[in-house]
């Protein structure tokens, strides 16, 4: 592996991004914060309340002490993350605990002083029981982030394997395939053969990179270019290929091994069955949130785009896009005037600009 390929692929081992607890400068965790603390502060007013369902003056001034230590804790914990991502879970989890109780604390003696300019015993002791209460509600909350971060792990290790298992099962098939391409030159041209050999190790040298979960759409397009490359050798003036991708999204991140099938689909089950050959499109471009992704190829009389070679490769793809992208991106097929067409959307989603390598 190159140095570049090297500083392209995500550090996995970063403990910021391990870092069991959710970064708190981010404006869903505080909202989600917000909401949950919110929602426990009604649970207690109803509980207060003898005569009606809720106590609003309770409820009043518990939500402001609540929502104020939550909003301060929170800015407190948020530029200490990358230091408390690098000490063990008890040490973070009691630095945590120990910054929540400091502050709960202050705001408790500021609330008591204004209401009770003379505590004594009994305001002494609701401070204790506000230190008790955010003790548990704390130690509670660490508890969650430490398994939902254990299920995470668990789910993540569980993908990466699924995903190796998957892209596994393409070498095999794009490796025949492009065999074969060769092996039908080599008596006829060899010249060309030789050159097809050439093409064939550079594409694999680029396709051949399991380590990567995504990469840009520019590489992508390269696989496609060079597999197509090998194509026009064997099939002449029979391929013609229209490419209309919008050049903004040539950093559009996408699963490795996504387009290139699809491409060689539409080479097999469409354009080699017809005597004249025909045209392949090749359609990206943008619209709203998504990323829309077309490959196009003329459907021959018999129809063959139900192989199960076919279905094999879509099913593929289709479950590496759910264990990545999720629900979001969807892979459908159509027909429509003898025009089957396959339509890719991702949502829009960029690779980091020193990751990717432009395609000639």
């Not at 040298?205 to 380590?211: D, V």
């Amino acid at each position: 592996m190159s140095q570049r390929q090297r500083r392209a692929t995500p550090r996995r081992d970063d403990p910021v991004n391990d870092f069991f607890v959710p970064d708190l400068c981010r404006v869903r965790a505080v909202f989600l914060l917000l909401v949950s603390s919110e929602l426990m502060v009604l649970l207690l007013a109803v509980m207060h309340s003898e005569n009606t369902w809720i106590d609003w003056n309770y409820f009043g001034l518990l939500s402001l002490f609540v929502q104020w230590t939550a909003l301060t804790s929170a800015a407190i914990i948020c530029p200490l993350r990358g230091l408390l991502a690098r000490l063990s879970v008890a040490r973070a989890s009691t630095l945590i605990t120990l910054i929540v109780l400091a502050d709960v604390f202050i705001f408790s003696l500021f609330a008591d002083n204004m209401l009770h300019p003379e505590p004594g015993v009994n305001g002494w002791m609701a401070i204790g029981k506000k230190l008790l209460a955010a003790l548990i509600i704390t130690l509670m909350a660490l508890r969650y982030f430490y398994l939902q971060a254990q299920w995470q792990q668990q789910k993540q290790a569980e993908m990466q394997a699924r995903l190796a298992a998957l892209q596994a099962r393409i070498h095999p098939h794009f490796l025949f395939n492009s065999m074969n391409t060769i092996a039908s030159l080599i008596s006829s041209r060899p010249d060309l053969a030789e050159d097809a050999v050439l093409d064939l190790s550079e594409l694999f040298r680029a396709s051949l990179k399991a380590q990567d979960r995504l990469i840009s759409l520019s590489e992508e397009l390269g696989l496609c270019r060079n597999y197509l490359m090998l194509e026009g050798l064997r099939l002449g003036d029979r391929l013609t290929v229209d490419w209309q991708v919008a050049p903004e999204l040539d950093q559009q991140a996408i699963p490795p091994l996504t387009l290139q099938p699809l491409v060689e689909n539409a080479i097999y089950h469409g354009i080699q069955p017809c005597p004249d050959g025909g045209t392949l499109r090749i359609e990206g471009y943008q619209r709203g949130e998504f990323a829309y992704l077309l490959v196009q190829n003329p459907r021959p009389q018999t129809d063959q785009s139900r192989h199960d070679g076919n279905r094999m490769a879509l099913a593929n793809i289709q479950a590496r896009l759910q264990a990545l992208f999720g629900e979001t991106a969807v892979l459908k097929q159509s027909h429509q005037h003898d025009i089957y067409t396959v339509t890719l959307r991702l949502p829009r989603q960029r690779v980091p600009s020193h990751r990717s390598t432009r395609t000639p």
